[in-house]
């Protein structure tokens, strides 16, 4: 069955959740919704987001380590 979804019903599909601290720092910083986990390779990496757990990130790129 094919999907007729109209651009304006999939704005979730083109908005994927960032966190915008980590972004700041020059990382992807897409977060995957199912598990919380965020992508730390830079911004605009080639292939996949490579998902980290939030316990496991750099320092810098933790939101609730104050810098
Ligand atoms: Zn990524």
Known sequence: MR??????QRQDLH???VDEDA???GACAGVHLQTGRMCTLENGHP???DFV???ELPAE???DDPS
């Open 61 to 63: 790129l933790r939101p």
């Open 3 to 8: 999907s007729t979804l109209r651009p304006e």
């Open 47 to 49: 292939g996949s987001c």
């Open 15 to 17: 908005n994927p959740a």
């Open 53 to 55: 757990a939030r316990d």
């Open 23 to 25: 972004a700041r720092h």
